[in-house]
């Protein structure tokens, strides 16, 4: 950082810059007003710090190596799950026909559009989403630091196939019931888990970190959450995350006397598979993931005329929004409800 000061009847300005490891400093005196002596200290620190971003932002790097620097210099402590995200898109770009060998930084937005078009041809329109909005995120920094005077990725359009039927991601609401009576009577340790997802929408991550401190008289207190590939135990997904949900006391009451200390000791994609499994042998309609569930909870107390408020809440969604765009459709036996009503009034 610059400093000025007055010697006698002009101004001097002292620079301090760091060369190959080492730390000098640059002075100039002999300026008349403090205006132009600041004019030229800023002129000094913006070379100082293009020179500092060249070291690492070389400008004849590749789109796919400025990514990679990006995340080594300005995404060093998010989450490992997070990092995975970035890293699939690191080497989606990598194989890129269109942005694998194209400069970082004469990136036209043109070009932009045609990578997440030549992406979206074989990917859904959410999956590409994700990609346009790290991409932008890398390239708002470029633009921040003054390598690009554009973000080449603003206005750009997504592309892809549309999402499959959101029915598909519910269990209809008799499917539903059944599930819980199920797995209530025959207790096992991943009926439990399961039956705790069916009672709570929580998350499957944040169901197997529950401890036995986590569970009180009609609640559940999620308050972390465990990683699907390591199984460590981390912070939820948000701070909103972070929740006590009402339950069923008989729940709780089955929780303590079963388990003790960290409940359930159980991979995801095992879990995954049970689910599925008591899906096939009920004979559901359809067959969904764990995540499924939290979708149908959601749904099941929305036809239910259960307020969206007291439902996002339930959910860790930061406010409401979230939860009408994910969940303003409702299951078939509600929506046949609305349209009976809805031609009723016309008759």
Known sequence: MASI???GSTYTVNVSIVSNGKRSRKTKSGFKTKREANVWANDIEHKKNNDELTAVFAPDITVPEYFEKWLETYKVNIKDSSMRVYLATLHMIQRSEILSTTKAF???RTRAQQYLNEFGSTH???TTAKRKAQLKSAYQDAVLDGLMKANPFERTVVTGSDPKDNDLKFIQTDDYLTLINETRLVQT???DIILIGALTGARLGEILALTSNDIQNGLIDINKTEQSSTRKIDSTKTKNSIRLIDVPVWLTDRLQKSYNGRLFDISQVA???AFKKLQNQLEFENIVSFHGLRHTHAS???SKDVSIDYVSQRLG????SITMQVYAHLLNSKRQQEI???LALFK
């Open 124 to 126: 859904g329109k959410a």
């Open 189 to 191: 340790m991943t009926n």
């Open 5 to 7: 000061y007055k010697r």
């Open 317 to 320: 969604h930061a406010d409401t």
């Open 340 to 342: 009976t009503k809805t």
């Open 271 to 273: 879990v995954n598979k």
């Open 106 to 108: 004469k990136l036209t």
């Open 300 to 302: 099941y107390l929305l």
